[in-house]
């Protein structure tokens, strides 16, 4: 109850901001509608404010693969990695973030994109077996999935461009 109570005050909060004067109904389309409002953001902060909205049908999983870093064995491919794994590797997420696409790029295959709560959208190609639905969030650490082959991409996307592991590391 508490939840969709304050839920329906922010609501009520920025219908009474914008009609105070044009100035707000200018400067909440700006913010809302023109500049690059990352979702995962403030569906992170609402999510570690009153918790989930509506109640999860999907347990999170917890548990990691061993390797600490997963990209020790890359090399660059395209506009990003290629990670040399055993076949059938299970992996899982670099960071927290929104599931948003699930599906072909080219040279890449079958791709997965998480958008992550830091604005860098990540990449994951070659994997099959996940158990996600559109729009999931997901945890920093949960299972993706496993890898079809032998290897698997990662490919990091800022802001429309490609960015090196390294870059994606300092956005941390």
């Known amino acids: 109850f508490t ?11 920025c219908t009474i901001y914008v009609k105070l004067s044009p100035e707000n109904l200018e400067n909440f ?4 509608l023109e500049s690059n409002l990352t979702f995962t953001k403030i569906n992170e902060w609402y999510h570690n404010t009153f918790g989930s909205f509506l109640p999860s049908f999907q347990e999170p999983s917890t548990t990691t693969v061993a390797n ?15 990670i ?10 670099l960071d927290s973030g ?7 790029k080219e040279g890449y295959g079958n791709v997965l994109i998480i958008q ?8 994951y190609g070659g994997i099959t077996n996940t158990s996600l639905n559109l729009y999931d ?19 990091f ?13 300092n956005q941390n």
């Open 84 to 93: 040399s794994v055993p076949k059938n590797t299970t992996v899982s997420f």
């Open 3 to 13: 939840k969709i109570l304050l839920s329906i005050i922010l609501v009520l909060s």
């Open 137 to 155: 969030y997901v945890e920093k650490g949960q299972i993706l999935g496993t890898t079809i082959e032998d290897y698997y991409y990662l490919a």
């Open 29 to 32: 389309k700006h913010v809302v």
């Open 157 to 169: 996307v800022k802001d429309g461009n490609f960015i090196t592991y390294e870059e994606y590391q």
């Open 98 to 104: 929104l599931y948003v696409f699930l599906g072909e």
């Open 68 to 82: 600490t870093d997963p990209l020790v064995n890359k090399e660059n491919y395209l506009d990003g990695y290629k």
């Open 116 to 123: 992550g709560v830091n604005g860098v959208d990540i990449w």
